[in-house]
């Protein structure tokens, strides 16, 4: 199997430029997720962020997941684990309106660190959305707008560590699923892995590097690109030795925005009928996935396509 695509982004602005743009297509067109290094967030930022990360979990949150644990390895195999995720984590909300100062038990210091990191990884998704544009033929900010709405666009982070696990053979860390949202932007743990995404029917590991950040496409960005870029099931497998971190953050369309395939990808008027993605406003797109996360996308899409041609009109939002 061809090696996990991994971009330099220094490249992007040099003479290796459409060497790294052709790596970058490929990886949104057949694997769903790249890794970037050079991203232009400082090695001591990201340092600063892990190291709190991982002291706010042993502070605050390690004896409650212990608490968990212990109920849960007690009961063993009476418990239904396939719906179980061998995880401890919370979450932060940065646009369109930051909970950050609302978040409880955060130092300070944490707070100030995290929100700092939100604002790098915000420059970053829309530097990365453009290089997209320019990779599908779309003008520069075609997909920020879509993403826009009336609100702009949603972004939030999901922090997460993932123990080590006595019982992996019961337990995974996180359920395989496809992110429902646009473009993702993880900052993991480089010494501990587990991330592994689907490719070819086969599980493909998520390389651990120091200092990079791991991009994966959402179903949205599927949407829009009229399937040219794919959105992949990916899940974290438990470990026995180790405490993984994970921040991810989530880089969303506004939940008024109105997801559909941009007609500058949609080949010839004449082929409209053989359009397969949907058009729909992306909070009732959020409804359904928040109860279908751990399944297929195809049939939310198919959802969403039905609800379209009663309706003939995307889905109102109640």
């Known amino acids: 199997m061809a090696l996990f695509p991994i971009i330099n982004m220094v490249q992007l ?7 790294a743009m052709d790596v970058l297509r490929d990886a949104c067109e057949n694997w769903g997720f ?32 212990k608490e968990f644990a212990s109920q849960a390895l007690e ?11 061998w995880e401890s984590t919370f ?12 978040v409880p038990d955060l130092d300070d210091e944490y707070r100030k660190v995290m929100k700092e990191f939100a604002t790098e990884l915000e420059k970053l998704a829309e530097r990365l959305l453009d290089l997209l544009c320019e990779n599908l033929g779309l003008e520069k900010g075609y997909l920020k ?18 123990p080590a696990c006595p019982r992996p053979e019961l337990f995974k ?8 949202g646009g473009i993702i932007l993880l900052f993991q743990d480089d010494k501990v892995s587990g991330l592994q995404l689907e490719k070819d029917g086969q599980w493909v590991d998520v390389p651990p590097t120091r200092h990079s950040i791991v991009v994966n496409i959402g179903d949205q960005l599927e949407v ?27 880089y969303n369309p506004s939940s008024d925005a109105v997801i559909y395939p941009a007609p500058a990808l949609v080949e010839k008027e004449e082929e409209k009928e053989a359009e397969i993605y949907p058009k729909f406003v992306f909070e009732d797109y959020m409804k359904l996935y928040a109860v279908q996360k751990f399944q297929a996308k195809e049939p939310r899409f198919e959802t969403m396509k039905a609800m379209e041609a009663v309706t003939g009109h995307p889905i109102p939002t109640a």
Not at 173 to 180: E, F, K, N, P, Q
């Open 91 to 102: 979450f932060l909300r940065h646009l369109p309106e930051s909970n950050i100062s609302r």
């Open 13 to 19: 602005d040099g003479e290796e430029k459409a060497v």
């Open 224 to 250: 829009i690109t009229n399937g040219k870029y794919k959105s992949v099931m990916h899940r974290v497998i438990a470990q026995t030795d180790g405490n993984r971190m994970s921040i991810a953050s989530f």
């Open 173 to 180: 860390g996180l359920r395989a699923h496809t992110d429902a």
């Open 75 to 85: 009961k063993g195999e009476e418990l239904d684990t396939s719906n179980i995720d």
């Open 145 to 162: 707008n879509a993403f826009n709405g009336s609100k702009g666009p949603t972004f939030g982070t999901k922090v997460s560590n993932y």
């Open 34 to 65: 790249f890794e970037i290094l050079n991203h232009g967030i400082s090695h001591e930022l990201m340092d600063k962020v892990e190291s709190m990360t991982k002291g706010h979990y042993k502070k605050g949150m390690e004896q409650r997941f």
